[in-house]
């Protein structure tokens, strides 16, 4: 992982500490964690983190966004999902990253060494307890989503999709949300696994059954009750 203005991590005072993984430990015992770690900061389409590279230790995105993909067995890249700020980018202390990561804004990300994750984790196992169970959600995730590659419609996979974004970075508006993300048409159909064109269509057929409103690229309502009964 490389990038420019690398500084020491202050994470007892982030403001996206709520949402982090290192919201399970506690303020007086992240001080002394975050020394260990460095910030550094990516442009806009910048790889943050190549998959099969080995992996060294912890990336956690401190703020902005950025976007996981993935590999699937007939080459493609699969869109996973959009991450916000706190949350666990690459957790593995062991083997190859198995998923790539790039900056979908302009990002900072803390990284934390192997040897200190693991030096800190036996004081305080709370912490790698905590990364565990946001890993296996990821996997979940993941699974799911191939599941629906393979078996669920166009417009089943799109309808989720939306949901998802909904629900991970929603913001309500009366009864509908607006998806709070830079949000283009490669990116939606990079998550549902069709072609733009095929993406498209069916986006222009949720646009006209009144269920989405799209003004690219960033204004996009979703009438999240009724896409549910579509899902």
Do not use: N
């Not at 992240?30 to 442009?43: H, I, S, T």
């Not at 060494?113 to 196992?125: A, K, Q, T, Y």
């Not at 999709?161 to 490669?186: N, T």
């Amino acid at each position: 992982m490389t990038g420019p203005d690398a500084t020491t991590v202050s994470c007892a005072s982030c403001p996206s500490r709520p949402r982090c993984v290192l919201s399970a430990v506690e303020p007086e015992a992240l001080r002394r964690f975050a020394p260990c770690g460095q910030r550094v900061r990516f442009e806009r389409g910048t790889t943050i983190v190549h998959e099969g590279t080995p992996s060294t230790g912890w990336v956690i995105l401190c703020h902005g966004r950025a976007r996981l993909t993935v590999s699937t067995e007939d080459g493609k890249r699969l869109l996973l999902r959009f991450c916000g700020p706190g949350e666990l980018l690459a957790g593995s202390l062991s083997g190859p990253h198995g998923l790539s990561v790039t900056a979908a804004s302009r990002c900072v990300v803390g990284f934390v060494p192997r040897e200190h994750v693991l030096d800190f984790g036996r004081r305080c196992p709370e912490l790698l307890a905590a990364a565990h169970l946001r890993w296996e959600e990821r996997e979940r995730a993941l699974t799911k989503r191939l599941v629906d590659l393979a078996y669920a419609s166009t417009r089943r996979r799109l309808v989720r999709v939306l949901l998802e974004l909904a629900e991970e970075h929603g913001v309500r508006e009366g009864a509908k949300m607006r998806i709070e993300l830079p949000l283009l048409l490669g990116d939606l159909a990079g998550m549902i696994g069709a072609s733009r064109q095929t993406t498209c269509e069916e986006v222009q057929l949720l646009r006209a059954e009144g269920l989405i409103e799209v003004a690219w690229p960033r204004v996009f309502r979703a009438d999240v009750e009724h896409l549910r009964q579509l899902s």
